[in-house]
Nanobody, 123 residues
Framework: VQLQASGGGLAQAGGSLRLSCAASGRTFSNYVVGWFRQAPGKEREFVAGINWGGDVTYYADSVKGRFTISRDNAKNTAYLQMNSLKPEDTAVYFC?????????????????WGQGTQVTVSS
């Protein structure tokens, strides 16, 4: 499956952005999706994950209550709604896909990755 992330940009602290991850090539609903991010000088980290049907989600503690992951299988797209943004949310955000919803944060288990989209939050 091919993935393309979009929707990044510049936001003020307290603001919102919505990222999209458009999939093509294979049956999107057969894959679970994860969002990751990499801040300057830091390792890439897990942000959120969603299962095939969208009824099970999982979040990193740092974004819980502020970010919401969702998906629309009819549109072959997953989303990351980011509210109450903080400067520390500044990073390049990546979406990734794999077959099964275990070990959400293990990046090596995701064979499919989109290109990143830059999110910058100003204070």
């Amino acid at each position: 499956v091919q993935l393309q992330a979009s929707g990044g940009g510049l936001a003020q602290a307290g603001g919102s952005l919505r990222l999209s991850c458009a999939a093509s090539g294979r049956t999107f609903s057969n894959y679970v999706v994860g969002w990751f991010r990499q801040a300057p000088g830091k390792e890439r980290e897990f942000v959120a994950g969603i299962n095939w049907g969208g009824d099970v989600t999982y979040y990193a503690d740092s974004v819980k209550g502020r970010f919401t992951i969702s998906r629309d299988n009819a549109k072959n797209t997953a989303y990351l709604q980011m509210n109450s943004l903080k400067p520390e949310d500044t990073a390049v955000y990546f979406c990734a896909a794999k077959r099964f919803p275990d070990s959400w944060s293990l990046q090596k288990q995701y064979p499919y990755w989109g290109q990143g989209t830059q999110v910058t939050v100003s204070s």
